[in-house]
Each structure stands twice: as C-alpha cells, then as structure tokens.
C-alpha cells in the first residue's frame, strides 16, 4: 500500500479529534506541511521542543503530531532568532509538518482522559463533565407518497437522518392531506379554486442544526409542491459520551497510598514522582481523572462523588481550600493525587498511534508511527524531605538577628 498525503492524514486525525470540540482559546490543527506531501512515518509527541523535533528529523519523521500547541498565543514573527520560530525553520527545511490535536484530544474517545483512566485502571468509565451533544433538528415534511423516497434521499444527501453509525435513517407515515390552490397559484396536483385532497407521506428525519439551511434547501428543490408543508422543531440537547474528564471505578478497593503507588508505576517516571493529599490508609475506590492542569474541575469532583481525583499541576491555594471548606462544611473532600503534567497526558500517544495507523489502512493507505522516546518533563531533578511532613517547630532566629 502506498503512503497517504498530509491533507488525508489531517482529515482522519480530525475525524478522530474534532476542532470544533476545542476549547475556545486553544490553537489546534496543521501548524506547518504541505498538504499533498506525502506522509510514510508520524511521531507522536506531548511537547513540540527541539529534542522532539531533533527525533523527529533523525527517525525521518514527515509528521509530528504533538498534544501541546507550539503557538498558542498569536505571533507577529517566526523569524529564525526566537526559539519557536527557529523550530518552525528547522520543520520547513527538513519537510516535517508538524500537527497539534490538544483540548479537542483531551475530551475525545479515545483521548487524553481515557488513556489516562486507563492507565490508572479505571473500569465503566463515565465522562466527569459531559459536553452535550450536537444541536439537532428534526425535519417534519408532507409529500405526495410516490414523491417520499426521492425527499428522503435528498435530505439525506444534504447530512439529514445520520444517526451514529447509520445513515439515511427516517420515520414515514401516511394520511390525507388537503389544500386549495388560488388563482395565482401552479399547483402540481389540483386546480386553482378547487379543493384538493391527496394521501400524502409525513417525513421525519433529525439533522444538525448547523445544517438548517442546507436541509431545507435540499427539501424544497426535491419536493414537487410549489408551497410544501414541511416544520423544524428544534430538539431537546442530552449530555453525550465525551466530555472533559473521566470517572471510573477500580476493579477492587485500595487505600490511597497504594493507590498513588499503582499510579506512579503505571505513568511516566518524572522528577516531581506522585503527590498525594489524604489518609495513606483512606479507602479509595471510585476514582475521577483529567489529564494536563484540573484544579478548575473541583466543584465537578465533589459532586461527582468519588473517593480520589488524579489530575496534574494542582496548586496551593485550591487544594488548601478544597480541604478546608470540606472541613467547614462537613462534606466530603476527595482525596488528591497530583502528577506530573506531562506523565498525565503521555499515554494517549500510544493511543493515537494505534488509531491513526488503523485509520489509515482502513483507507487503503498505510503509515509507521512511533512514539516520542524523548521526556518533556521541564524539572529535572528533586531533594526530598530528610523526614516526613510534620508540625513545624519554629527555630530560633540567627545570633544577632533583630
């Protein structure tokens, strides 16, 4: 099988992690590539640094697909003297696009969360905040019966009655229908002044909103009726299967430190190691996760009533006040178990990997894939306590000091 182009690569990595579930102020997509090159190796990577791009050029790399953007925030330059642009000159110069899949990568089947929550060992999994489903509408429309399956067809053409893994999925029934034309009117059926009455077919299909327009287009151009009746309700929005986060439970109850343990033995080694805040002995066994920076997702933890919460970067004064209005309040406070943020967000490469190359060859194409060998983690090193947390017992101040 022959290698694909980048512009078909990019549309199966979207097919996988929407842009459109990116959060707003995110950067994602093809930062840099032709799109009729030609793509035979993808290396998969959490940062775009210059160890990864130095990997990338030495493996012959022609894709790089990193979780983290190179330009997240708007430039005016990529002159080669900054470091970024320089790293984009390198990319150009050796013919290695490089291609970013972040916020819409960490809610996605499949993504960052669910690497995690499977690493981690989590079981009938659940996103912790749910993104709704797309916005839909259902088409109602009355048709001539010999005229219904050429509607339905055309709806269905313009993106209506797609449901999962179904298509040109409709609901058909039949009644009478009765109208008189006026003088200024070109009925198909019937004459002016006259009274008509013709068994007609009641067409329902559900399509997404954002196809409103196109759907309707497409009714009225197929429809033999100069005025067809036809309304669009718009339906009720249900929390769908993604969303950020997860929450699972453990095949078999733990205390929190084994469980940090197993935590730390299942991720990326890294300087900073597992952090965990709680009883050692608490039991632990319904668990939530968020790959990358969570401590903007508390108020969803507690309510999500779980016994752990693995995340990474969480800070001082959110988790002091977490325990302490649990305290205040007597409610329950999860325990917290901090990682690394890159050890968080690394297993979904694998996954990605895997996917992509499925994706591929199920379009007759094929790729090699690998994962970046190389750690991202910025701290390199860390000293710990000569003894374990206790009471501080305040020291005397130097000799001479006022």
Not at 85 to 92: F, K, N, T, Y
Not at 122 to 140: I, Q, S
Not at 153 to 180: H, N, Q
Not at 332 to 342: I, M, Q, W
Request: proline share 8%.
């Amino acid at each position: 099988m022959s290698a694909p182009v980048l512009r078909d690569v990019v549309r199966l990595l979207e097919r996988r992690y929407p842009p459109s579930t990116a959060e707003s102020w995110d950067a994602v997509g093809l930062v840099t590539g032709d799109p009729e090159q030609p793509v035979g190796r993808v290396l998969f990577a959490v940062d775009p640094v210059a160890a990864v791009i130095d990997e990338a050029i030495a493996w012959g790399a022609d894709l790089v697909v990193t979780h983290h953007p190179l330009l997240l925030r708007p430039v005016h330059s990529i002159a080669g003297t900054t470091f970024k642009g320089a790293l984009l000159h390198r990319l150009v110069r050796s013919g290695v696009a490089l291609y970013t899949a972040h916020t819409n990568a960490d809610a996605a089947t499949g993504g960052v969360c669910d690497a995690l929550a499977d690493a981690v060992g989590l079981l009938g999994t659940t996103p912790l905040e749910a993104a709704p489903t797309e916005a839909l509408d259902k088409h109602v429309v009355f048709v001539p019966v010999g005229d219904a399956e050429r509607v339905v067809d055309a709806l269905a053409a313009a993106g209506a009655g797609a449901i999962g893994e179904y298509t040109r999925c409709a609901w058909t029934s039949t009644g009478e229908g009765t109208f008189t034309p006026s003088e200024n009117a070109s009925p198909t059926i019937g004459s002016a002044g006259q009274a008509s009455r013709v068994v007609e077919a009641r067409v329902e299909m559900v399509a997404p909103r954002r196809l409103r327009s196109q759907v309707v287009a497409a009714m009225r151009s197929a429809h033999p009726y100069e005025e067809p009746a036809f309304d669009v309700l718009e339906l009720a929005a249900w929390p769908g299967s993604t969303g950020s986060g997860r929450v699972g439970v453990l095949p078999e109850p733990t205390t929190l430190s084994s469980f940090a343990s197993a935590v730390a033995a299942a991720l990326p080694a890294t300087a900073q190691g597992v952090r965990f805040a709680g009883d050692p002995d608490g039991r632990v066994e319904r668990v939530a996760v968020v790959g990358g920076s969570g401590d903007s997702f508390f108020d969803a933890v507690r309510a999500s009533g779980v016994d752990a919460y693995v995340t990474a970067d969480l800070r001082h004064h959110p988790v002091s006040e977490l325990r302490e209005r649990a305290e205040h309040d007597g409610s329950s406070t999860p325990y917290l178990v901090d990682v690394a943020h890159f050890a968080s967000e690394w297993p979904w490469l694998a996954y990605a990997a895997r996917d992509l190359g499925q994706d591929v060859g199920a379009a007759g194409t094929t790729v090699v894939t690998r994962v970046s060998t190389v750690s991202t983690d910025p701290w390199t090193g860390r000293v710990a306590s000569p003894e374990p947390p206790q009471a501080l017992v305040p020291t005397a101040p130097p000799e001479g000091h006022p």
